[in-house]
């Protein structure tokens, strides 16, 4: 798909140079115009009809993630039960989009799951992405041979840090074709910037860049273990980039705010932010994503409330 | 999939207006012996209020109670002027509610803006300057220096309560009393504001507040026992006050009106000066004298500064000011929205390329939806005159030396914006612009230290700062 729409830009990936050329051509973001628009969109008020509207569609967004050392069978099998019905009490409550765990439980989530959601899979050495590219690489296709749907990678923050653009870039564009399955289909890959460890809004937004070149179907600012991890204006840069690519490809590119994202109302602020600032085409589980574990029962306690007028405690909410 | 935000109104039961207002004198509300007139909710056209409108006899009461408390007041210690300040910003805090819900009621400002910018900066320059009440000996004017007298102050519509705190506060810092007229569309915050001083147990005539059309303010700045006048609000008006004390021994600052460029270069961080050039003429639907109502942008980034413009502009909310997602709110009066509705007529008949997006106005009250005029020239009046609406005019340029010719070309120099991200030319462009404020990479900000003020047409005088202090000292002999 992209690789016709992105033929324009093979001269900028060409080299590190015209890769380095181009990545620091792009416009810069001024860190304080930046925090003030994501603060001013934050401060719309949302509720009645829309806060209903928001609160399903956030829901319905949630890539529901255990990410731990502990994780088990037992663990994700939980999550995944938890994925289809995350209200048992309320079947009109939706399913979330897709559950996220390490490769080797990919397995046991599809076991349950089946197609109702997709399931995510790091791969490439995370969090860190120290290794080398042959191991990341097995990685992938080991997570894509158990069934995942979805693979989220980490991208190589030293090599970022230090200039290797052009090596960002060809491991993105290495680990997407090892999301290829025997079928000729492939998982969809989402790129994990750790933005927290990237510092600058220009680095964010020069990774933007760099994965929607390189052919990644979603950009994704952290791993969740690394603070901070998704802002509202580091989301607010990724999502200008989205748009502005797709002005300049016809690509759209997803954006997945992952970690620290907690309450129902901090996820409605993210969403009037996708829609004042890519635009309303990406209201919808295939182009946005909150990689969140504990923003779930946020959700249902508030949906709750707005369907009954009273807030529960939150023991009559599943435990993941 | 659209994201429809259901209203979201402030109550307005938060504030009680009482359907007729005297005038504040000497601590007390009293009857204007003068006519009266009404108060609109621009929003609506609703009927807000009766006001009383001073006549001369009446401000000569004023002005009276201030000279009798302007003994009192001047004598007083910094320290314990500094605590009726610290207590007038404290309750300001308190009540910003109620304050923030008026204001917009009144003037037609969103409530976003009157909460969230115009109350809390009201607050902060009552906090800046209480604390420069006992520190006047440090301020630079010399030892010791001494208060003017009694202050006459005239205030415009635009920002009524922030205009106020503007001449109030470092005013009565420095130990004036003052006679204020707030603008005949926008009195209320200033008698709730009147209700403060009194909550906050302010000697008696230390403020006085006469409301009241142009011959009230008129019979203010002329009365010859007004030491000092401050005005901000039109260059016509501003001309008007400068000829009439012109030969008596008042003093004078004179805030007027702009027409301030927006210089956009073409490495400048896009998104961020969409922002700045949005939030520099659209703030309070542009009625803001230092409003950047003329965008100055590089021709090599002309197209894709004004693509993102556009798509910017389509997504500002019009509508009910009290509804915390509004954007743009109401035009003050119809008077301002037909002078709008006119120059944006000969910006079209002129030439210029209107382009508002589509936005639907409610159907009563005063509205103009944003709008903005390309291919303009400095030949154009839109390129000229103020607007004081959310208007906006742009026009390109190739150099730097050319920006810096083209923004210094207006009778006018209150501010001006510089978008770029290198620092040189940043700090290259403030030395060479004719303007008080060079806002670098942001736009329309404000900040009690820092000082505000205007060359050539756009008045005399600062106000803000440590600078703002010098408007109401005089040195201890002189």
């Known amino acids: 798909m992209p690789t016709s729409a992105l033929a324009a830009y093979s001269e900028v990936t060409a080299s590190d140079a015209s890769l380095r050329r181009f990545l620091h051509g792009l416009p810069g973001v001024d860190q304080v115009g930046a925090e003030a628009r994501a603060a001013g969109l934050g401060t719309r008020s949302i509720k009645t009809t829309a806060k209903a509207w928001a609160l399903d569609l956030a829901i319905r967004m949630v890539d529901l993630t255990t990410l731990e050392g502990q994780d088990t069978p037992g663990k994700v099998r939980a999550l995944a039960n938890k994925a289809l019905r995350p209200d048992p009490a309320d079947p009109t409550c939706p399913s979330v989009a897709a559950v996220c765990v390490y490769g080797d439980l990919v397995g046991e989530v599809k076991a349950i799951v089946g197609s109702q959601v997709n399931v995510a899979a790091v791969a490439t050495a995370f969090p860190s992405g120290r290794a080398s590219m042959d191991v990341k690489l097995a990685d992938t296709r080991d997570a894509v041979a158990n069934g995942a749907d979805e693979i989220d990678m980490v991208i190589d923050r030293g090599a970022f840090l230090a200039g290797r653009y052009l090596q960002v870039f060809e491991e993105i564009v290495a680990t997407r074709e090892a999301c290829v399955r025997p079928d000729g289909s492939h998982a969809h890959l989402k790129v994990i910037f750790e933005t927290g460890e990237l510092q600058t809004y220009d680095n964010v937004r020069r990774a933007s860049w760099l994965a929607m070149l390189a052919g990644t179907d979603f950009i994704k600012t952290s791993t969740g273990k690394v603070q901070p991890a998704a802002t509202l204006p580091v989301t607010l840069v990724m999502l200008e980039a989205v748009r502005d690519f797709r002005e300049a490809t016809g690509v759209q590119i997803g954006v997945k705010p992952a970690g620290g994202i907690r309450t129902a109302k901090d996820a409605i602020k993210y969403l009037v932010m996708v829609n004042e600032i890519a635009g309303d085409d990406w209201l919808d589980p295939d182009w946005f994503r909150f990689g969140a574990s504990t923003l779930l029962n946020d959700l249902l306690m508030q949906r709750t409330k707005m369907t009954t007028g009273r807030y529960s405690g939150p023991d009559y909410f599943t435990l993941d | ?478």
């Open chain 2, 1 to 478: 999939m659209a994201f429809e935000y259901a209203p979201a109104p402030e109550s307005r039961s938060i504030v009680d207006i009482r359907p007729s207002y005297g005038l504040f004198i000497d601590g007390e509300f009293v009857d204007g012996r003068g006519s009266s007139f009404k108060t609109v909710n621009p929003a609506t056209e609703e009927t807000l209020a009766e006001i009383a409108e001073a006549s001369d006899a009446d401000v000569d009461l004023a002005v009276r109670a201030a000279r009798r408390a302007f003994r009192g007041w001047s004598r007083m210690s910094g320290k314990e002027r500094a605590k009726y300040l610290f207590r007038i910003a404290r309750i300001i805090q308190e009540r910003a509610r109620e304050l923030a819900v008026l204001e917009s009621i009144d003037n037609g400002k969103p409530i976003k803006e009157s909460r969230d910018v115009d109350v809390p900066v009201v607050a902060a320059h009552f906090f800046y300057y209480a604390g420069w009440a006992d520190k006047l000996d440090h301020a630079g004017l010399g030892p010791n220096p001494q208060p003017l007298g009694v202050a006459g102050q005239v205030i415009p519509w635009n920002f009524p309560l922030l205009m106020l705190a503007w001449k109030v506060a470092p005013a009565l810092a420095c130990g004036n009393t003052v006679v204020l007229k707030p603008a005949e569309t926008t009195p209320l915050t200033a008698l709730l504001f009147a209700e403060i001083c009194q909550q906050a147990d302010l000697p008696p005539g230390v403020v006085n507040i006469v409301t009241g059309a142009g011959s009230t303010g008129q019979a203010v700045v002329s009365h010859p026992d007004v030491d000092k006048v401050a005005f901000t609000g039109s260059t016509a008006v501003g001309k008007a006050i400068a000829r009439a004390i012109a030969g008596t021994d008042k003093l004078a600052t004179l805030e007027l009106g702009g027409k301030a460029a927006n210089i956009v270069f073409d490495d400048a961080p896009i998104d961020q000066a969409v922002e700045g050039i949005v939030g520099g003429i659209f703030f309070n639907q542009g009625h803001v004298c230092c409003a950047g109502s003329r965008l100055l942008v590089q021709e090599s980034v002309t197209d894709e500064v004004l693509g993102r413009l556009k798509r910017r502009m389509g997504t500002l909310r019009v509508g009910d000011p009290l509804d915390k997602n509004t954007d743009i709110g109401a035009i003050n009066s119809r008077e301002q929205l037909e002078r709008i509705r006119e120059l944006s007529d000969i910006g079209e008949a002129e030439g210029a390329e209107r382009w508002a997006p589509a936005c639907e106005l409610p159907s009563s009250g005063f509205w103009f939806p944003p709008t903005i005029f390309t291919g303009v020239t400095q030949a154009h009046r839109i390129a000229r005159d103020e607007v004081f609406g959310p208007v906006l005019s742009v026009l390109t340029f190739r150099t730097p030396a050319e920006a810096i010719e083209k923004a210094n070309n207006t009778p006018y120099g209150l501010s001006a914006g510089v978008w770029t991200e290198k620092g040189s030319r940043i700090l290259h462009m403030a030395s060479q612009l004719r303007a008080g404020v060079v806002w670098a990479n942001t736009f329309n900000k404000f900040d009690p230290a820092s000082p505000f003020g205007g060359y050539k047409e756009s008045g005399y005088g600062r106000e803000g700062g440590r600078q703002g202090l010098a408007a109401y000292l005089k040195e201890a002999d002189a």
